[in-house]
C-alpha cells in the first residue's frame, strides 16, 4: 500500500474537494476547529475555488477548497508549501475577499455568514510553539471580541512532531496523515473515524488513474522547482551579504592607508573589486 504526499496541489484537492466524499471535509473541519455537540458541521457544499472579482481588472484568486456549512457559514482551506513575501496581506485578501463576495451591491449586511480561513503551512511561520493556532478579531485591553465573522487558523507541519502511539485526538491523527502520508505504508490501526478512513483510502495510490497521477507528478515537479528557486535566491542573498560584508571592510582598510595587496588577502576581494574602491576613496 502507497500513498501520495497530501501536501501536494493535485492530491489536497482530489481528496478535500471531493463532492461524493464528503464525510472527508467534514470530519476534518470539526477536528480542527474542535467543533462538538450542537456546533458540529454534519453538511457542506462545495463552492468554486475561483474567486471571480465583482469589477472587471480585479484580481482572480483561487484557493484550494472553499465550502459553506448547512447555515451558510464560509471555510477557506489553503495547502501552502513554502513561505512567501506578502503571505500575511494574500491570507487577509482570502479572507476579505470570501467573505465579502457572499452578498451582491445593494444586499443587506445582515446577510453576510462568518468566513473561516484553515491554513496548512508546511513551514514554521508564527514564534509560538504551537503546532495549531486560533487568530480572532478582540479588543487589545479587555480581549471582547465584537467582530466575528473573520476566523483565521493555522496549522504548522513542521511544528508537529509526534509519532503514532502519540495520536490521542482526532486532529493529532488528521494532522500526522497530511504530513507524513507519502512516508506511511499502511493505514494506522488506531483510526476509526469514518472521514479519516476515506481519506486513507482516496489517498492510496492504487486508486488513482493514471492520468490522476500524471498531473499528480507534474505537479510535484513543479513544487520542486519552486523550493529550487526559492532556496538558489537565498544562497545568492547570503553571498550579496556576505560581499557587501567584505566590501565595508576593505574600505575601512583604505581609510587606515593599509597597503593594496593586505587589503587583497584580508577580504579575498579580487583586484577589480579593490581598484575600484581605491580610486573612489582617492575622488572622494
Known sequence: MKFVDVKNDIAFRKIFGNENKKEILISFLNAVLKLENQNKITNVNLLNPFQFPKIQGLKVTVIDVKVTDET??????????????????????YGAKGYSSQIESGDEYLKLKPMVFIGILDFKYFESSNYISRHLITDSETGERKFKDLEFNFIELEKFTKELPELNTLTDKWIYFIKNSENIDVMPENINDSGLISAYNDAEKHNWTKAELEEYEYAQMREQDERGTIALAEERAGERAKQNEKIEIAKKLIALNIDRNTILKSTDLNDEIIDGLINDFKAE
Open 72 to 93: 451558510g457559514n464560509v471555510f477557506i482551506i489553503e495547502m501552502q508549501i513554502t513561505d512567501k513575501k506578502g503571505l500575511d496581506k494574500r491570507i487577509q485578501y
